[in-house]
C-alpha cells in the first residue's frame, strides 16, 4: 500500500485526541447529538434540566447564524426554570478554559439538502466547536477544505444547526494540516499552518495534533484566540505567530516590570495582534489603563476604527488632548488610542498635566504603533519621567539597529534602547514563506544606458540638478512607466504608487503626465497628495521616512512652517480641483481637518481601483495597506527600514493573479535593496524575499511545459483524456502553466518566443482548460462526487480586462473593413479569443451568430456597435422568455430575481425561487428544481448580463 488511507488516518487522530484527554463518544445521528448536549450541559453547570427546561435552552442555540452564535457561545442565558427560578446557563468557561469537558467523536451524520457525514469532531461542553476533516495522504488540501465549503451549504445549517458553533476548522491530509476560523467568507489563501515559538512549521499531523488539539490549548484558542469581526459580521482567529507576540507580553507584564518590542514584518496583520494584546491587559485587575499610541493623526483614526471592528465597545478616539486627559481619568475607559503629539502635551502643558498626575503612580501599559520611528526618543523620555509604574512595549516591522540608525546629539538610538529586549520576531523572510505577504519582483531600469560614458554605477555621482531634475530624464520616465503600466497592473486590475524625490519633482511628474493624458496618450487616472513644506532629496538616504501633514496640524513631531507661506499650496490647491473634476468630489487642503478628509478619500480610491497612479514623495510609503495596490515605481533614495517599509506597500496577499508585488526602481537601489533584506532578514534571504529573475522564471515554464506535454502532447489529445484522475493531472499541469505565464507577464520583457510554447497554443490549451472547467460546471445534476470538484480552477488567471465586450466590438469593426481573404482569418481570431477567455466563453454562440447572420448587413462600419446592442436586447428577451416558459416562471418575478442580484450581489433563497413558479412543486422535488432553476438564473445572468456595460 503507497498511500495511509484516509479510515487509518482518522482512527489514529482519534486514539490520539483520547490519549491527550478529549473523552471519546459516540455520536451519529442529530438526537444523539442533543441527548449528549443535554448531559454535558448539566455535567458543566453543575444542575439538571427538564425537558421543557431543555427545549427552552435548544431553542436559545437555535437562533442566528455562524456570527451570532458564537456571541451566544461566550454569553450566558437567563433559563427560567420550570418552578419560575432563574438559572444562568454557561456555554463554555472562558475565564478557566481548562475547566471546560472535552470529547471526540467521529462519523456523525447529518441530514441537509444532503446527507453528509463528517470525520472528527471536538465537542466542549457538548458542542461542536472543533471539525477536522482528512483526506489521504497525496491529496491536494485544498480538497478538504472545499469538502467543508459543502458542508457549510447542504447540512451544517440544518435542523438546530448546532453545527455552525464551529469555532476552528482544521484540514489535513498527514502530511500538511492547517487550521482556520469559520466564517461565511472562506477562502484557503487564509488557512495558516501552526508553528512553535521560532516559527518552525508543525505540519504533520500528529505533532500538530499533540499541541493544537490538546484540551487546554484549543480552549484557549477558541476562549481567547478567535476574535469576532463585529464590522464584517465574522470570526477570525490569530495565526502561530501572533499568538506567541500576545503570550510573550501577557506573561512579561505578569512576570516582570521591564519592557519589550514585537518585531512582526510588514502586512503580518499587526493590527490584530496589538488589539488582542490590549483587550487581554485590559482585564488584568493591577492595570489601570491600556493606551495604544500612534504617531499620525488618520493613523489614529485608522486604529480606532479596527480596534472598534474587532470590538465595538472597546475604545473611543480622542479627537484632542483635552479629551485624551479627560478619558485619562475615566474609570470606564481601560484601553485608550491617541497619537504621540497628544500623550506629549498631555504630560508636558501644565494646564493637563495638573489632571493628570493622579494616575503617575498608576500602572499603565504603553503599546506603541511603528515603534521604529525616530521621533519616539524625546516622547520616550518624558513618560518614563512622568509614570512612575509604567510599561512600554513596542510592534515594529523594521526595528531601528546600529546599522540603520539616525544619530541625535552623537547618540545612535535604537528599537533595543527604548523598549529593551525583543520578546518575539516573525521577519519578512517568515511571512513569505507561510504565504502571509508575496515576494518583490525588483527590476531596475538605467535612464543613461544608451548614454556614452555613463554607467549605472556612476549615476549617484552626476550632478543631481543635471540629471534627476532634467526634462529628457524625467520625461523619458514618465514614458516608460505608461509604455509599462498596463503590463504591471494585469491591465489595471491592479494599482500603483509612484514615490518621488520631492515635492519639485512630483510637480513635474505630475504636469507630464497630464499633458500626456490630455494629448491622448494614455488613459491613466492620476492623483497626488503632499504636504506644504520642502521636501529636499534625501541624499544621505538613511531610511527615515519622514511623515507629511498638513503644516498647522500638530500632527509630527518637528515644526512645520507657517500655512501662508507654504511654497507649494497653490500647486497641491490645483491638484485637488483636478481630484475634484474627475471624481466629483468637494475636497480642499484650506485646514487640517479637510486635509485629512482629503487624505482618507484618496486612501479609499486606491484601494477600490479608481486611481491608477498615485504620485508620492513620503506619505502613504509607511502605514497604508491596499491589497489592490501592486507596483511601486521608484525614483527616489531609499534604504533600510524606509527602503522595506516602502515596497511593502506592494505585497499584500489577494488573490491568484497578484503573484508578487512589483517594484520598479529608476535610481540605483541594488545594493540599498541587498543590504536591507540582509539587515531584516539575514544575508542569504535575497531568494526567499524576491522572485527568480526572468531567466529562471522562463526555465520554470519551460519545465512545466514538459509536464504538460507529457500529459497531453498536442491540443487535441487533451479530447483523449480517459479518466478523471488524468484529467485531473491536466488541469493540474496547465494551472501551473497559467501560474508562470501570470508571474512572466508582469515583466517588460516577456515574450513567447522565449518559452517553448508557442502563443496560439497556450490559448489553445486554454479553451481545453476551460471546456473541462464547463463539463464539470454543467455536470451538477449527478449524486456522486467527483475528484475534479475539488480542484480550484483559478479562473481569474485566465480573465483579462482589457478582453471585453467593447474590444470584441472593435475587432467586429475591423473584420467588417477587411478584405475577403483575410476575413476568415480575423473571424477564427475573434472566436479563439472568446473561446480562451473565461468571461466571454458563454457568449461565443451568440457572437459566432452574430457575424454569420447579421455582421455582412450591415453597410457602414460605425454602425457595428449599434446594431449588436439592438441584436443583444432582442436575443436577451427571448432568453428571458424562453427561460420564463420552459421552467413555468412567472416572468415579472423572475425579473425581480435578476434585478435584486444586480443591485445586491444575492441571489434569491429556495423559497423565494419557489414563490416565482407558476406551480409549486412537491417537497420530494422541491430542492432539485430549485437547484436546476437558480443555476439556469445564474448562467443566463452570466451570458446576457455580465460584461455587457464594458
Given at each position: 500500500m503507497t498511500t495511509q488511507p484516509e479510515q487509518v488516518l482518522e482512527n489514529n487522530l482519534v486514539s490520539q485526541l483520547i490519549a491527550l484527554g478529549h473523552k471519546p463518544i459516540t455520536i451519529k445521528t442529530e438526537d444523539d447529538l442533543l441527548s449528549n448536549l443535554k448531559t454535558q450541559l448539566e455535567k458543566h453547570n453543575k444542575t439538571t434540566f427538564t425537558t421543557p427546561e431543555f427545549n427552552r435552552i435548544l431553542l436559545h442555540l437555535s437562533k442566528g447564524n455562524v456570527f451570532d452564535k458564537a456571541k451566544t457561545l461566550r454569553d450566558k442565558?437567563?433559563?427560567?426554570?420550570?418552578?419560575?427560578?432563574?438559572?444562568?446557563?454557561?456555554?463554555?468557561?472562558?475565564?478557566?478554559?481548562?475547566?471546560?469537558?472535552?470529547?471526540?467523536?467521529?462519523?456523525?451524520?447529518?441530514?441537509?439538502?444532503?446527507?453528509?457525514?463528517?470525520?472528527?469532531?471536538?465537542?466542549?461542553?457538548?458542542?461542536?466547536?472543533?471539525?477536522?476533516?482528512?483526506?489521504?495522504?497525496?491529496?491536494?488540501?485544498?480538497?478538504?477544505?472545499?469538502?467543508?465549503?459543502?458542508?457549510?451549504?447542504?447540512?451544517?445549517?440544518?435542523?438546530?444547526?448546532?453545527?455552525?458553533?464551529?469555532?476552528?476548522?482544521?484540514?489535513?491530509?498527514?502530511?500538511?494540516?492547517?487550521?482556520?476560523?469559520?466564517?461565511?467568507?472562506?477562502?484557503?489563501?487564509?488557512?495558516?499552518?501552526?508553528?512553535?515559538?521560532?516559527?518552525?512549521?508543525?505540519?504533520?499531523?500528529?505533532?500538530?495534533?499533540?499541541?493544537f488539539l490538546e484540551p487546554c490549548h484549543i480552549a484557549k484558542m477558541i476562549t481567547k484566540y478567535v476574535v469576532l469581526h463585529e464590522s464584517d459580521k465574522t470570526l477570525m482567529v490569530l495565526r502561530p505567530y501572533q499568538f506567541y507576540a500576545v503570550e510573550s507580553i501577557i506573561d512579561r507584564v505578569k512576570n516582570s516590570d521591564k519592557n519589550g518590542y514585537i518585531w512582526h514584518t510588514t502586512g503580518s496583520g499587526k493590527t490584530l495582534t496589538s488589539f488582542k494584546a490590549s483587550q487581554i491587559l485590559t482585564h488584568n485587575p493591577k492595570i489601570k489603563k491600556v493606551v495604544f499610541v500612534v504617531d499620525r493623526q488618520d493613523l489614529d483614526d485608522q486604529t480606532v476604527r479596527e480596534f472598534q471592528a474587532f470590538d465595538k465597545e472597546s475604545i473611543d478616539g480622542t479627537e484632542d488632548t483635552k479629551t485624551l486627559v479627560k478619558q485619562f481619568l475615566d474609570n470606564s475607559r481601560p484601553l485608550l488610542v491617541t497619537t504621540i503629539q497628544k500623550l506629549n502635551s498631555a504630560i508636558s502643558k501644565?494646564?493637563?498635566?495638573?489632571?493628570?498626575?493622579?494616575?503617575?503612580?498608576?500602572?499603565?501599559?504603553?503599546?506603541?504603533?511603528?515603534?521604529?520611528?525616530?521621533?519616539?526618543?524625546?516622547?520616550?523620555?518624558?513618560?518614563?519621567?512622568?509614570?512612575?509604574?509604567?510599561?512600554?512595549?513596542?510592534?515594529?516591522?523594521?526595528?531601528?539597529?546600529?546599522?540603520?540608525?539616525?544619530?541625535?546629539?552623537?547618540?545612535?538610538?535604537?528599537?533595543?534602547?527604548?523598549?529593551?529586549?525583543?520578546?518575539?520576531q516573525y521577519v519578512i523572510t517568515d511571512a513569505i514563506r507561510d504565504e502571509n505577504v508575496l515576494k518583490f519582483s525588483i527590476e531596475y531600469y538605467n535612464v543613461?544606458?544608451?548614454?556614452?560614458?555613463?554607467?549605472?554605477?556612476?549615476?549617484?555621482d552626476i550632478n543631481k540638478q543635471e540629471v534627476y531634475e532634467s526634462n529628457e530624464y524625467l520625461n523619458s520616465i514618465t514614458n516608460y512607466i505608461i509604455a509599462n503600466h498596463n503590463r504591471k497592473t494585469h491591465h489595471r486590475a491592479f494599482t500603483a504608487m509612484f514615490c518621488v524625490s520631492s515635492v519639485d519633482i512630483l510637480i513635474k511628474y505630475y504636469e507630464l503626465l497630464k499633458a500626456k493624458k490630455e494629448a491622448g496618450e494614455h488613459r491613466l487616472n492620476i492623483a497626488t497628495i503632499f504636504s506644504y513644506a520642502p521636501n529636499p532629496e534625501d541624499k544621505e538616504a538613511t531610511g527615515e521616512i519622514p511623515e507629511e501633514d498638513f503644516p498647522d496640524q500638530p500632527m509630527a513631531a518637528e515644526p512645520r512652517a507657517a500655512y501662508g507661506i507654504m511654497p507649494h499650496k497653490d500647486k497641491l490647491d490645483e491638484y485637488i480641483t483636478d481630484y475634484n473634476l474627475q471624481f466629483g468630489s468637494k475636497h480642499s487642503a484650506k485646514d487640517g481637518k479637510t486635509f485629512l478628509s482629503y487624505k482618507k478619500d484618496i486612501s479609499q480610491r486606491v484601494k477600490n481601483k479608481q486611481i491608477d497612479i498615485l504620485l508620492v514623495v513620503n506619505m502613504f510609503l509607511t502605514g497604508f495597506d491596499s491589497k489592490t495596490l501592486n507596483t511601486l515605481y521608484v525614483d527616489k533614495?531609499?534604504?533600510?527600514?524606509?527602503?522595506?517599509?516602502?515596497?511593502?506597500?506592494?505585497?499584500?496577499?489577494?488573490?491568484?493573479?497578484?503573484?508578487q508585488g512589483?517594484?520598479?526602481?529608476?535610481?540605483?537601489?541594488?545594493?540599498?535593496?541587498?543590504?536591507?533584506?540582509?539587515?531584516?532578514?539575514?544575508?542569504?534571504?535575497?531568494?526567499?524575499?524576491?522572485?527568480?529573475?526572468?531567466?529562471?522564471?522562463?526555465?520554470?515554464?519551460?519545465?512545466?511545459?514538459?509536464?504538460?506535454?507529457?500529459?497531453?502532447?498536442?491540443?487535441?489529445?487533451?479530447?483523449?483524456?480517459?479518466?478523471?484522475?488524468?484529467?485531473?493531472?491536466?488541469?493540474?499541469?496547465?494551472?501551473?502553466?497559467?501560474?508562470?505565464?501570470?508571474?512572466?507577464?508582469?515583466?517588460?520583457?516577456?515574450?513567447?518566443?522565449?518559452?517553448?510554447?508557442?502563443?496560439q497554443e497556450f490559448a489553445d490549451y486554454t479553451s481545453k482548460y476551460l471546456d473541462l472547467y464547463d463539463k464539470i460546471k454543467t455536470n451538477s445534476q449527478k449524486e456522486s462526487v467527483s475528484i475534479l470538484d475539488e480542484i480550484d480552477f483559478e479562473?481569474?488567471?485566465?480573465?483579462?480586462?482589457?478582453?471585453?465586450?467593447?474590444?470584441?466590438?472593435?475587432?467586429?469593426?475591423?473584420?467588417?473593413?477587411?478584405?475577403?481573404?483575410?476575413?476568415?482569418?480575423?473571424?477564427?481570431?475573434?472566436?479563439?479569443?472568446?473561446?480562451?477567455?473565461?468571461?466571454?466563453?458563454?457568449?461565443?454562440?451568440?457572437?459566432?451568430?452574430?457575424?454569420?447572420?447579421?455582421?455582412?448587413?450591415?453597410?457602414?462600419?460605425?454602425?457595428?456597435?449599434?446594431?449588436?446592442?439592438?441584436?443583444?436586447?432582442?436575443?436577451?428577451?427571448?432568453?428571458?422568455?424562453?427561460?420564463?416558459?420552459?421552467?413555468?416562471?412567472?416572468?415579472?418575478?423572475?425579473?425581480?430575481?435578476?434585478?435584486?442580484?444586480?443591485?445586491?450581489?444575492?441571489?434569491?433563497?429556495?423559497?423565494?425561487?419557489?414563490?416565482?413558479?407558476?406551480?409549486?412543486?412537491?417537497?420530494?422535488?422541491?430542492?432539485?428544481?430549485?437547484?436546476?432553476?437558480?443555476?439556469?438564473?445564474?448562467?443566463?445572468?452570466?451570458?446576457?448580463?455580465?460584461?455587457?456595460?464594458?
Open positions: 442565558y437567563v433559563l427560567q426554570k420550570d418552578n419560575g427560578d432563574k438559572a444562568y446557563i454557561e456555554f463554555i468557561n472562558q475565564d478557566f478554559w481548562c475547566q471546560n469537558q472535552f470529547q471526540v467523536t467521529n462519523q456523525v451524520t447529518i441530514n441537509g439538502k444532503r446527507e453528509n457525514r463528517y470525520d472528527v469532531t471536538v465537542l466542549i461542553n457538548g458542542l461542536p466547536l472543533v471539525q477536522i476533516e482528512l483526506k489521504r495522504r497525496g491529496i491536494e488540501l485544498k480538497e478538504a477544505f472545499n469538502q467543508i465549503q459543502r458542508y457549510q451549504k447542504e447540512s451544517f445549517a440544518f435542523n438546530n444547526a448546532l453545527f455552525n458553533y464551529v469555532q476552528i476548522f482544521v484540514i489535513s491530509n498527514g502530511v500538511d494540516t492547517k487550521y482556520y476560523a469559520n466564517s461565511q467568507k472562506q477562502s484557503f489563501k487564509f488557512t495558516s499552518f501552526w508553528s512553535d515559538e521560532k516559527n518552525k512549521k508543525i505540519t504533520q499531523l500528529e505533532p500538530f495534533a499533540n499541541i501644565a494646564k493637563f498635566k495638573k489632571q493628570i498626575e493622579a494616575l503617575k503612580d498608576e500602572k499603565i501599559v504603553f503599546i506603541f504603533d511603528e515603534c521604529h520611528r525616530s521621533q519616539f526618543g524625546d516622547t520616550h523620555r518624558r513618560i518614563v519621567n512622568f509614570f512612575t509604574n509604567h510599561q512600554l512595549f513596542g510592534f515594529t516591522g523594521t526595528p531601528i539597529f546600529v546599522k540603520n540608525a539616525i544619530s541625535k546629539k552623537s547618540i545612535k538610538q535604537t528599537t533595543a534602547n527604548l523598549f529593551h529586549e525583543c520578546l518575539h543613461f544606458k544608451n548614454k556614452e560614458g555613463i554607467e549605472d554605477v556612476k549615476v549617484e533614495n531609499l534604504n533600510y527600514h524606509g527602503l522595506i517599509q516602502a515596497y511593502s506597500r506592494t505585497n499584500r496577499i489577494l488573490n491568484e493573479k497578484k503573484s512589483n517594484i520598479l526602481a529608476f535610481r540605483n537601489l541594488k545594493q540599498n535593496t541587498d543590504d536591507a533584506i540582509a539587515l531584516f532578514s539575514d544575508k542569504n534571504a535575497q531568494e526567499t524575499i524576491v522572485i527568480a529573475p526572468y531567466e529562471e522564471q522562463i526555465k520554470k515554464f519551460n519545465e512545466a511545459y514538459k509536464v504538460l506535454m507529457s500529459i497531453a502532447p498536442t491540443v487535441d489529445s487533451v479530447n483523449d483524456l480517459v479518466t478523471e484522475n488524468d484529467e485531473l493531472e491536466f488541469a493540474k499541469a496547465f494551472r501551473e502553466i497559467m501560474r508562470l505565464k501570470n508571474i512572466l507577464s508582469s515583466f517588460v520583457e516577456f515574450t513567447f518566443d522565449d518559452t517553448y510554447m508557442k502563443d479562473l481569474e488567471l485566465i480573465h483579462r480586462d482589457e478582453i471585453n465586450v467593447a474590444y470584441i466590438m472593435k475587432l467586429l469593426a475591423k473584420l467588417k473593413d477587411a478584405k475577403p481573404k483575410d476575413q476568415a482569418k480575423q473571424k477564427k481570431q475573434i472566436i479563439d479569443l472568446i473561446a480562451g477567455e473565461s468571461e466571454l466563453r458563454s457568449k461565443r454562440v451568440l457572437i459566432e451568430k452574430f457575424i454569420q447572420n447579421n455582421l455582412p448587413k450591415i453597410t457602414d462600419n460605425d454602425n457595428v456597435e449599434d446594431e449588436f446592442k439592438t441584436y443583444w436586447k432582442e436575443e436577451t428577451k427571448n432568453a428571458l422568455a424562453e427561460l420564463s416558459t420552459t421552467e413555468a416562471l412567472k416572468q415579472e418575478k423572475l425579473e425581480n430575481i435578476i434585478n435584486d442580484f444586480l443591485f445586491t450581489g444575492r441571489m434569491a433563497t429556495e423559497d423565494e425561487v419557489i414563490a416565482a413558479l407558476e406551480k409549486r412543486p412537491s417537497v420530494l422535488h422541491r430542492e432539485s428544481i430549485s437547484t436546476r432553476v437558480t443555476q439556469k438564473i445564474k448562467d443566463f445572468i452570466q451570458t446576457f448580463i455580465n460584461g455587457m456595460d464594458n
